[in-house]
C-alpha cells in the first residue's frame, strides 16, 4: 500500500511570493489532515477534510492559507503571500476514521527569507 | 484548555537498559490517545492507540499503558534501532484533530 505522499519535500521562498503544496493521501481514505511544525514548537492542527468538506479549519492561522481537496483525492495547501513565520514542516496525514492511527507524510519543510 | 505534556525531553539510554516514557494531560474529555515515533525528515509514524484507563497495548519492546491523567511508553531492552522521536497526542471528543505533546527524543547507545 503506497503511503502519504507530500511534494515537495523543500521549498525555499521568498517573503510575499505564494507556495502550493501538494498531499496525496492513501487511496480510500475519506479523512486528510494537515498540521505543521514551527521551529521549537509542537506539531499543530491546522485543517481536517472529509472527502472534499472542510470539515474542521480551526487552526489555519489566517486567511492567507487556502486548503482545496477537489473531488476528495488530493490535497493542496497555499500560502499566499507567504511570511517568514510561515516557516516550518507542514505534514499531510490520512485516516479511515477516528479509530484508525493517521498516516502521515514526510513533511514538506518550507522555509521563508 | 486542553494540554499535553510528554518528558523528559530527551532521553539517553545504553542498549539494554530499560526506561519509561511520560505523557500527562490535561483534556476536557478524552476520546483517545496516541503514541507516535518520529525519525528525522520522516512523519510521525503511528504506534499505538488507547482508549481508556487501565488499557495497555504492546509491540515488540514497547509497551503503552494509559491512567485519567497519564500514559506511559515502556522501552524494554532498548536497541540503537529504537533512537528517535516519541510524540504522544491527544484526541478530545467532538474534535477531530489531535493535540500533540513536544515529545521525546530518545537516544540508545550501542
Known amino acids: 500500500e503506497a503511503g502519504v505522499t507530500q511534494f515537495p519535500s523543500h521549498s525555499v521562498i521568498e517573503k510575499g511570493q505564494t507556495v502550493t503544496l501538494r498531499c496525496d493521501p492513501i487511496?480510500?481514505?475519506?479523512?486528510l489532515y494537515w498540521y505543521r511544525r514551527v521551529m521549537g514548537k509542537e506539531i499543530k492542527f491546522l485543517l481536517h477534510?472529509?472527502?472534499?468538506?472542510?470539515?474542521?479549519e480551526s487552526g489555519m492561522p489566517n486567511n492567507r492559507f487556502l486548503a482545496e481537496r477537489t473531488g476528495g483525492t488530493y490535497s493542496t495547501l497555499k500560502v499566499q503571500p507567504a511570511e517568514l513565520e510561515d516557516s516550518g514542516v507542514y505534514f499531510c496525514a490520512s485516516s479511515q476514521g477516528v479509530h484508525y492511527g493517521y498516516t502521515f507524510g514526510s513533511g514538506t519543510r518550507l522555509t521563508v527569507v | 484548555e486542553d494540554q499535553v505534556t510528554q518528558s523528559p525531553e530527551a532521553l539517553r539510554l545504553q542498549e539494554g537498559e530499560s526506561s519509561s516514557l511520560n505523557c500527562s494531560y490535561t483534556?476536557?474529555?478524552?476520546?483517545?490517545l496516541f503514541w507516535y515515533r518520529q525519525d528525522p525528515g520522516k512523519g510521525p509514524e503511528f504506534l499505538f492507540t488507547?482508549?481508556?484507563a487501565g488499557e495497555e497495548k504492546e509491540k515488540e519492546r514497547l509497551k503503552a499503558t494509559l491512567t485519567k491523567k497519564e500514559s506511559f511508553l515502556h522501552i524494554t531492552a532498548p536497541k540503537p534501532e529504537d533512537s528517535a522521536t516519541y510524540l504522544c497526542?491527544?484526541?478530545?471528543?467532538?474534535?477531530?484533530?489531535?493535540?500533540f505533546g513536544a515529545g521525546t527524543r530518545l537516544t540508545v547507545k550501542p
Open positions: 477534510f472529509v472527502k472534499e468538506s472542510k470539515q474542521d
Open positions: 483534556v476536557s474529555g478524552l476520546r483517545g
Open positions: 497526542a491527544v484526541q478530545v471528543n467532538n474534535n477531530n484533530d489531535m493535540r
Open positions: 487511496s480510500g481514505h475519506d479523512n
Open positions: 488507547l482508549y481508556s
